[in-house]
């Protein structure tokens, strides 16, 4: 499978419920720019990044900061 960014365009669009479904698209992604991660950070939806390989520090610690309900993850990621 190619790899797939999750930018902070798509993150600003996600939070604006443009562009991709909830819940749905993104678990496509391989990557998150820390950007993205922190835009993510701020929303109050559930985040569903099952498809993530590689997670930087930074990223790492602004989800670690997000307030949803629900955040998830399959455990793909072998590279941090």
């Known amino acids: 499978m190619a790899e797939k960014r999750l930018t902070t365009e798509i993150a600003e669009q ?3 419920g443009e562009g991709i479904r909830p ?5 496509y992604f391989t990557e998150l720019d820390d950007e993205a991660a922190e ?3 701020g929303s109050k939806r559930d985040l569903r990044l099952g498809g993530l390989k590689s997670l ?6 602004s989800l670690s900061r997000h307030d ?4 998830w993850y399959s ?3 072998t590279t941090f």
């Open 14 to 16: 996600f939070l604006q």
């Open 23 to 27: 819940n749905y698209q993104m678990q």
């Open 39 to 41: 835009i993510l950070r």
């Open 56 to 61: 930087s520090d930074a990223a790492a610690e």
């Open 68 to 71: 949803a309900a629900f955040w």
């Open 75 to 77: 455990g793909g990621i």
